[in-house]
């Protein structure tokens, strides 16, 4: 299994842009589907985007495509979050997640075991 750590969230206001970064250590010499989710107060945990390790193509959610990429650093075993034109409903804890399974279109938090403690973005109107 892999352990995570978020970082780099923060506050901006909107229009603005924030790079999270996910450390994993551990088990990484197998490949993963990573992924990055978010949850705002009073909601229920959403995915944003997933990536797999081994290569292949990155999945986002309707409501940041155009705006969010996410990227990856196999030497140093990080996963990113570049996030751009920045919304007040983009405000949320993120979480990077990972699992030992392909990415697909649509992945829910059940899909995956292991999670980063998480990191506050909060975006300003």
């Known amino acids: 299994q892999v352990h995570l750590v978020e970082s780099g969230g923060g506050s901006v206001q909107a229009g603005g842009s924030l790079r999270l970064s996910c450390a994993a250590s551990?088990?990484?010499?197998?490949?993963?589907?990573m992924g990055w989710f978010r949850q705002a107060p009073g909601k229920e945990r959403e995915g944003v985007a997933t990536?797999?390790?081994?290569?292949?193509?990155?999945y986002y959610a309707d409501s940041v495509k155009g705006r969010f990429t996410i990227s990856q650093d196999n030497a140093m075993n990080t996963l990113y979050l570049q996030m751009n034109s920045l919304k007040p409903e983009d405000t949320a804890v993120y979480y990077c997640?990972?699992?030992?399974?392909?990415?697909?279109?649509?992945?829910?938090?059940?899909?995956?075991?292991?999670w980063g403690q998480g990191t506050q973005v909060t975006v300003s109107s």
């Open positions: 997640a990972a699992d030992r399974t392909w990415c697909f279109q649509g992945m829910l938090p059940r899909h995956f075991g292991a």
């Open positions: 990536i797999y390790t081994g290569g292949g193509s990155a």
């Open positions: 551990g088990d990484t010499g197998r490949h993963y589907c």
